[in-house]
């Protein structure tokens, strides 16, 4: 029981005759570091649609988890450490949103 299931899958299907099976050559990999075009470069820079709605996306879902966080405390309970936490983690959210509608990167570079 279970000897076909140890067996590679190969052997299961028979190759046509008079056919080699040659083993594909895989491609070869992209130069690490290599510059992106320009064009894409510029184009994730200017969407500015794209990083208002990515930006209060992430604003609303940290004040979301702030808000959540802190219910617990506004009923009377004392903060525990991890209601604290979640709050840290609310805030650094909407911070990460605040930064990606900024873009104080982006800035640095000069569009031409």
Do not use: N
């Given at each position: 029981?279970g000897s ?109």
């Amino acid at each position: 029981m279970g000897s076909q299931l140890s067996l590679p899958f190969d052997s299961y299907i028979a190759a046509p005759p008079g056919t080699a099976a040659a083993p594909a050559k895989p491609a070869p990999p992209a130069t690490p570091g290599a510059p992106t075009s320009p064009a894409e470069h510029r184009l994730l820079k200017t969407c500015w649609s794209c990083r208002m709605l990515s930006g209060l996306g992430l604003m609303g879902a940290g004040g979301y988890v702030y808000w959540v966080a802190r219910k617990p405390m506004k009923m009377g309970y004392p903060p525990s450490p991890g209601t604290i936490t979640k709050m840290v983690i609310g805030l650094s959210i909407a911070t990460w949103g605040i930064i990606v509608m900024a873009d104080p990167k982006g800035k640095a570079y000069r569009d031409v």
